[in-house]
């Protein structure tokens, strides 16, 4: 059956680093395409981050553009999210998600989700 496990999420001052990772089973990450998403409580899910290996597309929410970037390795079968110039308003729990065969930033278009990790930006 198809399992997410994100991991790497951590507490960090403004302006630093993070990779987050997200390890795919049951399934082929080329086959599908997966998003990046993050919630606070009180507030709904938003997506980060969206790519669909097959067509090599991908989307960015407008508030990490130029700071957050995506890539993977197949042999590993997993995903990663690099987050640069980190800012308190990222502070949040991180969530991998797959299942859509097209380009998607909203979380209803996802079957399968990860149980997410916490990044702390202070």
């Known amino acids: 059956h198809v399992q997410l496990v994100e991991s790497g999420g951590d507490s960090v001052q403004a302006g630093g680093s993070l990779r987050l990772s997200c390890i795919a089973s049951?399934?082929?990450?080329?086959?599908?395409?997966m998003g990046w998403f993050r919630q606070v409580p009180g507030k709904e899910r938003e997506g980060v981050a969206s790519i669909c290996l097959g067509t090599g597309s991908t989307d960015y929410a407008d508030s990490v553009k130029g700071r957050f970037t995506m890539s993977q390795d197949y042999a590993k079968n997993t995903h990663y999210l690099d987050m640069n110039n980190l800012k308190p308003e990222d502070t949040s729990m991180y969530y991998c998600a797959a299942g859509p065969t097209f380009l998607s930033m909203r979380p209803s278009h996802y079957n399968y989700w990860g149980q997410g990790t916490q990044v702390t930006v202070s």
């Open positions: 049951g399934y082929n990450i080329r086959r599908t395409c």
